[in-house]
């Protein structure tokens, strides 16, 4: 452990040089979980690096849900994309390679 506290005791890269970062959230008929994942969306990262993508291969009225979520996060800044399969291929881990 002492050894992460060195690495956590770092003075942390600006901003200008962090890497861009893709988030991918795979859900399945999971749309009313979509909302909790605000707190994956108020990850501390500069907004203009940060990209999400819910990848969702819900087959009932879940799909609305997380539009109506992508809409919301969207409004608020977020860089937030919804892709929606309807080829399960890979089950839920499959939509990580739209």
């Known amino acids: 452990m002492a050894r992460e506290r060195e690495l956590l005791a770092l003075p942390l890269l600006p901003d200008v040089k962090l890497p861009a970062a893709l988030v991918q959230i795979p859900t399945f008929n999971e749309g009313a979980l979509v909302r909790p994942l605000a707190a994956a969306m108020a990850l501390d990262w500069p907004r203009d690096r940060l990209q999400f993508q819910v990848l969702d291969d819900s087959t009932n009225e879940r799909p609305e849900l997380a539009q109506q ?27 990580s390679n739209p």
Do not use: C, P, Q, Y
């Not at 979520?69 to 881990?93: I, Q, Y």
């Open 69 to 95: 979520a992508v809409v919301e996060f969207r409004s608020n800044g977020l860089d937030v994309l919804l892709l929606h399969r309807t080829n399960r291929a890979g089950f839920k881990a499959g939509a």
